[in-house]
């Protein structure tokens, strides 16, 4: 009995260390998004999401290892960087590395579900230290950037799951563009069938975290959990949404059946820009 318990526990241990090196298994995955045949330039896009700075699988100088060499036009952070007030230091060195890849339309972020269990003061001080390392935070707003010589609209939808998106306020005066969004939880274009965007950018699944056999934990996470689109491309009212899998992790530090994902998004920008829809 003894002898079994013990096979046991190396299994347990063996299978637990697996599960861990997993999180150090960082995929780079590069997305290619062609919105027409016409005539079209490429924005090139660095998404990073669900960093959870608490866990995170990368360090500062790793990270600028693995992006030193790529083009990047833009980069969006879609929210969850932590959940502690510690933690909030330990993001400096990230946006430093990121400042060091001097993309020129900047770089964006939204607030996640984790970021918001921050109280009031350490919310506005992260917020704060985001901005003064260069990174626009948005919240249900817009913003134009001019990407030779086409107009796109960067539209930052603030934290679905916990009831601070405010669709309306985030398309206000939106102009004739290309219409790009970040947000944290992706079950926002489950309403946005009257909101036009050209491609949406968001995180909050981890891409389960912990697979085995399915993502079953996340059944309470929203509606498109139970359409089985918990990671990677999808379209929804005929327009195409990626979810990243996260950097970081959340609760144990491991994962089953998911990787921690950098991604690399090529977005086909034509002069033929759509206008967007109002509210119905």
Same mark, same amino acid.
């Given at each position: 009995m003894i002898l079994l318990f013990i096979a046991l526990l190396v299994v347990?241990?063996?299978?637990?260390?697996?599960?861990?090196k997993n999180t150090k298994d960082i995929i780079i995955n590069r997305i290619e998004i062609n919105q027409t045949n016409k005539q079209?330039?490429?924005?090139?896009?660095?998404?990073?999401?669900?960093?959870?700075?608490?866990?995170?699988?990368?360090?500062?100088?790793?990270?600028?290892?693995?992006?030193?060499?790529?083009?990047?036009?833009?980069i969006v #952070?879609?929210?969850?960087?932590?959940?502690?007030?510690?933690?909030?230091?330990? #993001?400096?060195?990230?946006?430093?590395v990121l400042n060091k890849l001097d993309v020129k339309y900047g770089m964006y972020a939204v607030f996640g579900n984790h970021d918001y269990v921050l109280r009031k003061d350490d919310l506005n001080n992260l917020k704060e230290i985001l901005e003064v390392h260069g990174c626009k935070v948005m919240q249900n707003e817009n913003k134009v950037i001019s990407f030779e010589g086409r107009t796109v609209n960067i539209i930052g939808i603030d934290d679905y799951s916990t009831g601070r998106s405010d669709l309306e306020a985030s398309f206000a005066n939106i102009t004739n563009g290309t219409n790009l969004v970040i947000t944290h939880d992706p079950n926002i274009v489950l309403n946005m069938k009257n909101y036009h965007f050209d491609y949406l950018m968001a995180g909050h699944f981890h891409g389960g975290q912990i697979c085995y056999p399915k993502a079953y934990h996340l059944v309470k996470m929203g509606k498109l959990v139970k359409m089985n689109m918990i990671k990677g491309m999808h379209i929804q009212d005929g327009k195409p949404f990626y979810i990243n899998e996260g950097l970081g992790q959340?609760?144990?530090?491991?994962?089953?059946?998911?990787?921690?994902?950098?991604?690399?998004?090529? #977005?086909?920008i034509s002069y033929n820009n759509h206008e967007s829809l109002p509210a119905s």
């Open positions: 347990l241990l063996y299978l637990f260390n697996r599960a861990y079209e330039s490429v924005l090139n896009i660095l998404q990073l999401s669900d960093m959870h700075l608490e866990n995170i699988s990368i360090t500062p100088d790793e990270l600028h290892e693995k992006l030193k060499d790529e083009t990047i036009d833009l #952070l879609t929210g969850d960087f932590l959940d502690r007030k510690r933690t909030i230091p330990k #993001l400096i060195p990230y946006l430093k959340t609760g144990i530090n491991i994962r089953i059946g998911s990787r921690p994902e950098i991604t690399l998004h090529q #977005l086909s």
